[in-house]
T-cell receptor
Framework: AQRVTQPEKLLSVFKGAPVELKCNYSYSGSPELFWYVQYSRQRLQLLLRHISRESIKGFTADLNKGETSFHLKKPFAQEEDSAMYYCALSANTGNQFYFGTGTSLTVIP | AAGVIQSPRHLIKEKRETATLKCYPIPRHDTVYWYQQGPGQDPQFLISFYEKMQSDKGSIPDRFSAQQFSDYHSELNMSSLELGDSALYFC?????????????FGPGTRLLVL
């Protein structure tokens, strides 16, 4: 069963516009949720994790247990935000880890 | 659709032993990435290969080596295992023809070193 779903494979927004990358998960326990970013031809990097509740590069994500979602948001997109974004879920104290299929974000100048 | 296959799914070794983890990418994917995730930690990038050549290197210990074969599968060889090597090892693959360079992740190999 697909644990992490990212419904949008491609997303384009104009510079300065708000952006939201959707992530829904399926897990009955208390998972940890993460967002990872991969800039062109670079390695995967951790962007943020829900338990730290921090904002990185202007991005935030709130875990909504009722909707089982962990959408990534940024109020004003920048060109350097263009990248591939992966939502991930860690379950059973890290024994299981699931990645979504990724969303490619393009910020248009 | 075929996904990334990792073998074995679980492995138990003792200190100072060796282990070999295998990753079979999705057909026609020519790039493979290896990640290590320790208990309660975030995945750490180890190494990647493109067309059988090492393309990037991360925090891979000298005790580890990896290679990609002609059929694009990759093997991570781990020697002189230490307790701290206990982790979940992920492999991901991607096709170089994908402009987005989407990485498709395998289910991971859980290594326990006793």
């Amino acid at each position: 069963a697909q644990r992490v779903t990212q419904p949008e494979k491609l997303l384009s927004v104009f510079k300065g516009a708000p952006v939201e990358l959707k992530c829904n998960y399926s897990y009955s326990g208390s998972p940890e949720l993460f967002w990872y970013v991969q800039y062109s031809r670079q390695r995967l990097q951790l962007l943020l994790r829900h338990i730290s509740r921090e904002s990185i590069k202007g991005f935030t994500a709130d875990l909504n247990k009722g909707e089982t979602s962990f959408h990534l948001k940024k109020p004003f997109a920048q060109e350097e935000d263009s990248a591939m974004y992966y939502c991930a879920l860690s379950a059973n104290t890290g024994n299981q880890f699931y990645f979504g299929t990724g969303t490619s974000l393009t910020v248009i100048p | 659709a075929a996904g990334v296959i990792q073998s074995p799914r679980h492995l138990i070794k003792e200190k100072r032993e060796t282990a070999t983890l295998k990753c079979y990418p999705i057909p026609r994917h020519d790039t493979v990435y290896w990640y290590q995730q320790g208990p309660g930690q975030d995945p750490q990038f180890l190494i990647s290969f493109y067309e059988k050549m090492q393309s990037d290197k991360g925090s891979i210990p000298d005790r580890f080596s990896a290679q990609q074969f002609s059929d694009y599968h990759s093997e991570l060889n781990m020697s002189s295992l230490e307790l701290g090597d206990s982790a979940l090892y992920f492999c991901a693959s991607s096709p170089s023809t994908d402009l987005q360079e989407t990485q498709y992740f395998g289910p991971g190999t859980r290594l326990l070193v006793l």
